[in-house]
């Protein structure tokens, strides 16, 4: 019996808690996941299910439509080149904003910031305004694809300076220093210390990035002209079929955007850890 007992202990004390939410902690989580829930979860789990309503065969006339399949490829593909861009840009602008000291710095810190706080709807007018067809810079792109790229820069700048700005400010620059010392070159040095740190806060900037773009209606409504095969996005696409009374093709648009958006920030988050573990 002593032996049976002796040998129970060990797995009894190996034994852990599967929490350790206390009871203000449990209110806390459970108030948090019904606030997602009504927010986030329910409303998507309503557009999924609206979509799904017709069937597959419903789905897929929806998306298939020759005007949408357009408005789909266009919105994807000026989305994923801003992406690309604001990557780039916003690394760059992020570093010369913590890294340098120049006259003017605080105010192009808030200018960083209109984007976020200024109206979409006025966005689109101040754009019109500069590059419609009146465009005192002699810049016209009013009514073409260049607009949807245009007013994607404007809304999506700020997000992947925002994110990386912070991780900049918090490397320890000895750290390069003793790299430095070591005989490691500059392009070494961001590759193997500084890029690794910088690419979680790449991968979430991007990935906001991306989905606003891909929903963006505000700002290059009045730009783009919305013309069906060249500048007509699925946000338009989406608004005329609720106008149309056919909610389940809306539904099933935004379902595919869902999805997209999804598979964007799976494959970031794959970069992401893959360059963190090579790091």
Known sequence: MSVHIEAVRPAAARRTPTH???RTSGIGLGVTMIWFSLLVIIPLAAVVATAAAGGWDGF???ISNEQTAAAIRVTVTAAFAVTLVNIVIGTMVAWVLVRDRFPGKGLLELVIDIPFALPTIVAGLVLLSLYGNDS????HFANTQWSIYLAFLFVTLPFIVRTVQPVLEELDQEVEEAA???GASRFTTFRRIILPAL???IAAGAALSFARAVGEYGSLVLLSGNLPFESEVTSVRILSAIENDNRASAASIATLLLLISLAVIIVLDLVQ???ARRG
């Open 273 to 275: 850890r893959r360059v």
């Open 60 to 62: 897929w006339r929806a």
């Open 20 to 22: 350790n939410l206390t």
């Open 199 to 201: 690419v979680p806060a």
């Open 180 to 182: 430095a010392s070591l």
């Open 136 to 139: 005192p810079l002699g810049l």
